[in-house]
């Protein structure tokens, strides 16, 4: 199996602007803050009090604290509004981690309010040791993709090497864990290592299951380098297609 000095496994979701209340940047910005506040625990390098605005210069990089112990800063909310003052397509922005090393290296990426009905996206990217995962096992990321679900009430969300390719390109992949808002079982996804049920509050303040989160391998963290991983998960995406379980991007 080839090396790689480090691995990147990427966060994504896909949401609706109004899972989350507002398309504004303070909205985006608060449901960040949230998420990174859940997953601090697991690395202090992700904590809300770590990230800057990216700016694309590496010295100016350093400048402004995208959070405090509150939630956004202001500073970060005004640079942003600002920057995308002139974007009637839809808005963005971009954090980093303030870490050089490849090892310890994260960013964050998010596009929303698009003007062409496509759904918002929100990428966390967390590099790792070759043979690693920053977070721990796979349950740790497990965690991260429940308190993504519970969050965003997301269309779909996964945790996968940003070099994974998937099967369908127009489709989300598998890769090493994948949430969808469905209830499956093993029948259905017989290829997959662990199928983990997602709750959440209804209406009524009561716990139901909202979907499922699809393990493609439970031993190692995953990585697109060994075939064997790609040939689970590539397996997992034929049975859902076939099916009609994995979501066209067009019909996202």
């Known amino acids: 199996m080839k090396k790689r000095p ?7 979701i896909r949401f609706h602007d109004d899972a989350i209340g507002s398309p504004s940047v303070k909205f985006q910005m608060d449901y960040i803050f949230k998420l990174l506040q859940g997953t601090a625990s697991l690395d202090p390098l ?31 909310l005004a640079i942003i509004q600002e920057e995308n003052k002139e974007n009637t397509a839809a808005q963005s922005f971009s954090l980093w981690n303030g ?14 309010n698009r003007q062409d009905g496509v759904s918002s996206s929100l990428t966390i990217g967390m590099d790792s040791e070759p043979d690693g995962f920053r977070l721990g096992d796979f349950t740790q990321g ?23 390719d998937a099967v369908f390109p127009d489709r989300p ?15 259905q996804v017989p290829e997959a ?11 009524q303040g009561k ?10 391998v439970t031993d190692t963290p995953f990585s697109d380098l060994n075939p064997e991983h790609v040939k689970i998960a590539n ?12 979501p066209r991007y067009t019909d996202l």
Not at 6 to 12: R, V
Not at 143 to 155: I, R
């Open 235 to 246: 397996a997992i995406e034929i049975r859902l297609v076939d099916q009609d379980l994995l």
């Open 142 to 164: 497990v965690k991260m993709l429940t308190e993504s679900a519970q969050l965003y009430k997301p269309l779909y969300c996964s945790i996968s090497p940003g070099q994974y």
């Open 99 to 112: 870490e050089e090393e490849q090892t310890t290296g994260a960013s964050i990426s998010c596009l929303f």
């Open 46 to 76: 992700l904590q809300p009090d770590r990230w800057f605005l990216s700016t694309g210069e590496r010295d100016s990089s350093y400048t402004y604290h995208a959070f405090d112990d509150k939630g956004p800063t202001t500073a970060a």
């Open 193 to 203: 290592r662990a199928l983990v049920p997602v709750t959440g509050k209804d209406e």
């Open 173 to 187: 992949g598998v890769g090493w864990m994948l949430y969808l808002p469905r209830l499956l079982t093993i029948q």
């Open 207 to 216: 716990d139901r299951q909202i979907g499922t989160i699809i393990v493609s």
């Open 6 to 12: 480090y691995i990147s496994h990427d966060l994504e």
